[in-house]
Antibody, heavy 116, light 107 residues
Framework: EVQLLESGGGVVQPGGSLRLSCAAS????????MSWVRQAPGKGLEWVSA????????HYAVSVKGRFTISRDNSKNTLFLQLNSLRAEDTAIYYC?????????WGQGTLVTVSS | DIQMTQSPSSLSASVGDRVTITCQAS??????LNWYHQKPGKAPKLLIY???NLEAGVPSRFSVGGSGTDFTLTISSLQPEDIGTYYC?????????FGQGTKLEIK
C-alpha cells in the first residue's frame, strides 16, 4: 500500500524559511517522479514542483521558482521541499504526490502559514 | 500557460440525479487530462486519467468524455459519497494546471 506522510509545516514570518518532508513507503521510491501541490485556504489546487526519480530533472511553477527547491533522498525514501523567502500568499496546505503528469497517490498534507 | 476552466463552479443536486461537470482548456490538450475528487477536509484522489480511464475502484456511475479542448465528467446517479470538489488537470506540458474546481453538494 502506497503511503505518503508529509511533515515540517508550521507558522513562519514573511521572509522566513521552512523545509517540508514527505516520507514514502509501499513502492520503489527511486523509480518514480514525485510532485508537490499546494492548496491555499478555501481555494483550489496549484501545482508547485516536481522531480524525477533520479533527481536529474526538476520543475517549478513560476510563482515559486528561485525561492523553493525540491530534492529527494532515495536512500531514505524521502522527498523534500525547501521554502525560502516566504510570502503571505504561500500560506497553504502542501501535498506531496506520487507521479508527475498523473498524481496517483497523495499524502494528507502539511499546513504552512506565513504570518507576522 | 494553459488555462483550465470548469463549469459550474458549484452544483447542488439530489441523490439519484444525473450530474455533469465540464472542463475547458485554453488550447488543444488532446487527451492529456485527469480528474480528481476531493472530499471535505481530505486530500484529493485520482478519479480519471488520460481523459477516459477510470482509476481502480471508481464506480461505473462515473463516465467521462472529450478530447482537444472540451471535456465532461458525468455521474449517472448521484450518491451521498460523491460530495466534494472535482478538479480537472491537464498534463500537455508544464505547468500542469488545474481547473478552479466544481463543488458538488447534495440538496
Amino acid at each position: 500500500e502506497v503511503q505518503l506522510l508529509e511533515s515540517g509545516g508550521g507558522v513562519v514570518q514573511p521572509g522566513g524559511s521552512l523545509r517540508l518532508s514527505c516520507a514514502a513507503s509501499g513502492f520503489t521510491f527511486s523509480s518514480y517522479a514525485m510532485s508537490w501541490v499546494r492548496q491555499a485556504p478555501g481555494k483550489g489546487l496549484e501545482w508547485v514542483s516536481a522531480i524525477s526519480g533520479s533527481s536529474d530533472t526538476t520543475h517549478y511553477a513560476v510563482s515559486v521558482k528561485g525561492r523553493f527547491t525540491i530534492s529527494r533522498d532515495n536512500s531514505k525514501n524521502t522527498l523534500f521541499l525547501q521554502l525560502n523567502s516566504l510570502r503571505a500568499e504561500d500560506t497553504a496546505i502542501y501535498y506531496c504526490a506520487y507521479g508527475l503528469s498523473t498524481l496517483e497517490y497523495w499524502g494528507q498534507g502539511t499546513l504552512v502559514t506565513v504570518s507576522s | 500557460d494553459i488555462q483550465m476552466t470548469q463549469s459550474p463552479s458549484s452544483l447542488s443536486a439530489s441523490v439519484g440525479d444525473r450530474v455533469t461537470i465540464t472542463c475547458q482548456a485554453s488550447q488543444d490538450i488532446s487527451i492529456y487530462l485527469n480528474w480528481y475528487h476531493q472530499k471535505p477536509g481530505k486530500a484529493p484522489k485520482l478519479l480519471i486519467y488520460d481523459a477516459s480511464n477510470l482509476e481502480a475502484g471508481v464506480p461505473s456511475r462515473f463516465s467521462v468524455g472529450g478530447s482537444g479542448t472540451d471535456f465532461t465528467l458525468t455521474i449517472s446517479s448521484l450518491q451521498p459519497e460523491d460530495i466534494g470538489t472535482y478538479y480537472c488537470q491537464h498534463y500537455h506540458h508544464l505547468p500542469y494546471t488545474f481547473g478552479q474546481g466544481t463543488k458538488l453538494e447534495i440538496k
